[in-house]
């Protein structure tokens, strides 16, 4: 059946990422759908006001520990929009005049080799973070190139490791050794098109001279094999282990010794996530029936004992949360264990220190009622930083001592929108099968509740993701200020009340997460906020997939839908771009009965003619290597054989974020807002 549909597909020409028609195709769709935006009066001033926001330079810093006393980040401004990656002191960034020295100008480094280089992030060899493998992305793609670079001098080396344009995972051993998982060619990377083979590789080495010492299988579904490294204050790796990744959640850990590696008993449904006190620290998906443990838990073992016994583990708790709470970060310092608690969707940070054989807890004082981020843990002291953030609040940023408790607020963010009216509030929705869904409001106190209101409703639903409160610098500024309300639902799916939130809508239940959006949408109207007439909706990637759903099961409840870099073919999404490594969460077209029920929903297979749809805008890239864009471009194509007016907008950069930087994201979220202003305000 899946190949009766493909079959009858017209569109398939547009699954070819960059092929000639295809691009001209999307050429054409911007020439028609951006001057019905961009012509809009109201167009420029929302361009501007989200440019600002974007480009201000009293934005904080995204400062990250490099060691010592030095901190780094990643800078954005007006005159640097691909952006500085810069070092200063702790001691200077805390007194409010850091002297940043530039590390890497990106905006210089794509004049001169004429590239459209976006950022991908370094990975710096501990302890003294000198010597770093910088990742270069082609506009924004999820495959990059990798080249050594010495962050004291600022250059890159001439024969430094280097990497050619893939979707690599790498790490380093030891200044001379790096852990590179890498396809040598198209058979080595699986059908989703991630590597699948670990080697060792040694300065001056090529790549085909790599000792090879791990190898998945080509079948191996998820993101590929990729290594953890756990090192030692001192920088001496205490141990590596690869994962080799069976689907989107299950994997099997291999401990690296020597040219050979040990299985670990760990349970498949199961993540590594810090060494600290010689304690290796593992959350799990899934219950562990056998010990009795449940999923959310966090388990510890003896570094030492793993060694010894790495087919028969025996796992401590650490944690168990309660069934309002789940576990959303975990790190490590020099001493403690860190974990970031979500309870009710609202945050908070606990420093956990091993004694006599059990740990001990404490909660460390900072903002309350926001979302808690762990932003930075320091490896050679007790030190986190942490952004703290709620919708109407600014976000600030917090230095604590995780083994004092001692906490101090170094930056806070200016207001970007006047909230003296505004309320962020809480409410519950009853979900078809009873489930009670949260989801915040925000709104002008004055709203009225007629159901007048223009209401903007996000949702994700997927891939353990939650939608945790965060300052609302764009939607506060550019839609609740001119007198909309904006809404988040914490829908199934997502990780807001740990694995078993998310594990409620996986393949066969994928209904249960549709059916909460449906709900709170419900409830929003019941509520008197709004009414189908000025209710809209906007997801991304899963979460466009989720608005494709409403509209084609649904279109009654909304009259706008933002799709996002979407999934929209689900029969075929398995054989397009990167589908295939999200099975475990959707399922396989290739099983009957999952078949069927991806059939259901698939929102492709569903678009009809007739239909009270409203007309949609659908948002992606070209240089989306992970959600294709032949998903968005075939929904388009298809809405018009069947007569629908849509808009429809691809930049030819910007990757799965769909821009690639901070200009292209205040022009798309300016399009956006125009587009929401057209169908809920106007």
């Given at each position: ?122 990975d710096c060899l501990a302890p003294d973070n000198r010597l770093c493998l ?277 930056r806070s963010l200016p207001p970007r929108f006047d909230a003296s009216n ?52 764009i939607p506060g500024k550019l839609w609740v200020e001119k007198g909309g ?198």
């Amino acid at each position: 059946m899946t190949e009766a549909l493909a079959a009858d597909d017209p569109y398939t020409w547009m699954e070819e990422i960059e092929g000639d028609r295809a691009l001209e195709w999307a050429k054409a769709q911007n020439a028609r759908s951006l001057p019905r935006l961009q012509n809009d009066p109201r167009y420029a001033g929302l361009y501007a006001e989200a440019q600002a926001i974007a480009t201000a330079p009293d934005r904080i810093p995204g400062i990250a520990f490099a060691g010592g006393e030095k901190v780094r980040d990643f800078w954005q401004d007006r005159t640097h929009v691909r952006g500085l990656w810069r070092e200063t002191d702790l001691a200077g960034y805390r007194s409010g005049a850091p002297v940043w020295r530039t590390i890497l100008d990106v905006d210089a480094l794509a004049r001169v080799e004429k590239a459209n280089w976006v950022f991908a992030g370094a990975d710096c060899l501990a302890p003294d973070n000198r010597l770093c493998l910088v990742s270069l992305s082609d506009g924004g793609k999820d495959a990059v190139t990798v080249r050594e670079f010495d962050a004291l001098e600022g250059r890159f080396l001439d024969n430094g490791f280097r990497l050619p344009e893939g979707k690599h995972r790498f790490g380093w051993i030891d200044r001379d050794t790096l852990l590179v998982v890498t396809a040598l060619s198209p058979d080595e990377s699986t059908t989703s098109g991630y590597p699948y083979i670990a080697r060792l590789l040694s300065r001056g080495q090529t790549l085909a001279q790599a000792r090879e010492v791990f190898r998945g299988e080509r079948k191996d579904g998820g993101y590929g094999v990729y290594g953890q490294v756990f090192r030692n204050v001192g920088g001496q790796v205490e141990a590596a282990i690869l994962a080799r990744p069976l689907d989107t959640f299950s994997a099997e850990y291999h401990l690296l010794a020597g040219d050979r590696t040990l299985k670990l008993a760990l349970p498949l449904r199961s993540t590594l996530q810090a060494l600290v006190a010689g304690r290796l620290v593992v959350s799990l998906e899934a219950d562990w029936a056998e010990t009795g443990l449940k999923a959310g838990d966090l388990v510890d073992f003896d570094l030492a004992a793993v060694r010894a016994t790495p087919g028969a583990l025996k796992p401590n708790l650490v944690l168990r949360p309660t069934q309002s709470q789940s576990v959303e970060q975990v790190a490590s310092t020099r001493d403690r264990l860190v974990i970031g608690l979500l309870d009710n969707v609202r945050g908070q940070v606990r420093s956990l220190k091993r004694n006599g054989g059990a740990w001990t807890s404490q909660t460390l004082e900072l903002p309350s009622d926001s979302t808690l981020t762990l932003t930075s843990a320091s490896d050679d002291s007790d030190r986190i930083l942490v952004s703290a953030a709620s919708y109407l609040s600014p976000t600030s940023q917090w230095l604590a001592d995780a083994g004092t408790g001692a906490t101090d607020r170094l930056r806070s963010l200016p207001p970007r929108f006047d909230a003296s009216n505004m309320v962020a509030e809480q409410h519950w929705a009853a979900s078809k099968d009873g489930t009670r869904v949260p989801y915040s409001v925000v709104r002008r106190k004055d709203a009225p509740m007629n159901g007048a209101n223009p209401t903007l409703l996000y949702a994700y639903g997927g891939f353990l993701v939650s939608q945790t409160p965060a300052y609302a610098a764009i939607p506060g500024k550019l839609w609740v200020e001119k007198g909309g309300i904006y809404v988040v639902a914490n829908i199934r799916g997502g990780g807001e009340f740990g694995p078993r939130w998310h594990n409620a809508g996986l393949k066969l239940n994928r209904m249960r997460v549709y059916e909460d959006f449906f709900a709170v949408s419900e409830d929003l109207i019941r509520r008197g906020y709004t009414s189908p007439r000025r209710l809209g909706i906007m997801g991304g990637s899963n979460g466009g997939l989720l608005m494709g759903v409403a509209l084609t099961r649904r279109p009654e409840l909304y009259n706008a839908v933002v799709i996002q870099v979407p999934l929209f073919d689900m029969i075929r999404y398995t054989q397009i771009g990167a589908g295939a490594s999200w099975v475990g969460e959707y399922g396989d077209p290739a099983i009957p009965a999952e078949r069927e029920m991806l059939l259901s929903y698939s929102p492709y297979q569903n678009l009809k003619a007739g239909q009270s749809y409203p007309q949609v805008f659908i948002e992606t890239s070209t240089k989306d290597d992970r959600v294709h864009p032949a998903h968005a471009r075939k929904a388009a194509a298809r809405l018009g054989e069947l007569g629908y007016d849509y808009l429809y907008y691809e930049n030819i950069d910007g990757g799965h974020a769909a821009a690639a930087n901070l200009n292209e994201r205040a022009l798309r979220q300016a399009l956006e807002y125009t587009y929401l202003m057209q169908r809920l305000m106007d």
